[in-house]
C-alpha cells in the first residue's frame, strides 16, 4: 500500500529499512569482493548506497546490488527509488578495508592537527602506516640530510584520507 501525501509512521519505516538492509546484506555475502562504504533512506524512500571492491567496481558489480534489491521489494507495496554506485576515485576513504586495498599508493590525510602526504604501507583494523621522505638539516654540519619518516594513525584520529591521484 503505497501512501502519497500521508505521514508515514514511524513502524513503515523502519520496517523498509530492516527489508533493504536484509537484501542488501545478502547481495554483498554472495560477493565477497564487495563491500558497502555508504547507506542511507532519504525522505520519499529514496535509498542511497555506496559500495566498494578489493578489485575496483564495474558497472556490471552496482547493477548485481541494484537488481538484488529492486527486484526482491514489491512496488505495490513500497514506493522507493534506489541508486547504487561505486565510491569514486577521488572519494575519502572511510572503512579500513579501502586503506587495506589503498596500500603502496600516496595518501593525503587530515588529521586534527596535522596534515600528510605520504605512502600508506600498512593498515590494521585501528589504524594505518604513512611513510615518506623529508629534506631536514644535519645534526653536524651546514646541509640538509634526506631522512625517511613514517607514523602511525589511528582511524579515530582521521578526519579526511584520500588517494593522492596522479596524472
Avoid at 46 to 53: N, Y
Avoid at 101 to 106: A, E, S
Amino acid at each position: 500500500m503505497i501512501m502519497r501525501g500521508l505521514k508515514v509512521p514511524s513502524f513503515y519505516r523502519i520496517m523498509f529499512r530492516t527489508i533493504v538492509e536484509e537484501l542488501l546484506e545478502t547481495s554483498l555475502s554472495e560477493r565477497k569482493d564487495l563491500f558497502l562504504t555508504e547507506f542511507e533512506i532519504l525522505s520519499g524512500n529514496k535509498i542511497r548506497i555506496v559500495i566498494d571492491g578489493d578489485n575496483g567496481v564495474l558497472v556490471g558489480d552496482c547493477m548485481y546490488v541494484s537488481r538484488a534489491i529492486e527486484h526482491n521489494i514489491d512496488r505495490e507495496e513500497h514506493d522507493f527509488s534506489l541508486e547504487v554506485s561505486s565510491a569514486g576515485a577521488s572519494a575519502a576513504l572511510t572503512i579500513s578495508r579501502q586503506f587495506v586495498k589503498n596500500i603502496g599508493r600516496v595518501l593525503n590525510v587530515k588529521t586534527e592537527n596535522n596534515d600528510y602526504e605520504a605512502e600508506l604501507v600498512e593498515a590494521t583494523e585501528d589504524e594505518i602506516k604513512l611513510k615518506w621522505k623529508q629534506r631536514e638539516p644535519k645534526k653536524i654540519g651546514k646541509g640538509k640530510v634526506t631522512v625517511e619518516k613514517q607514523i602511525n594513525i589511528s582511524y579515530k584520529e582521521i578526519k579526511e584520507a584520500k588517494v593522492k591521484i596522479k596524472f
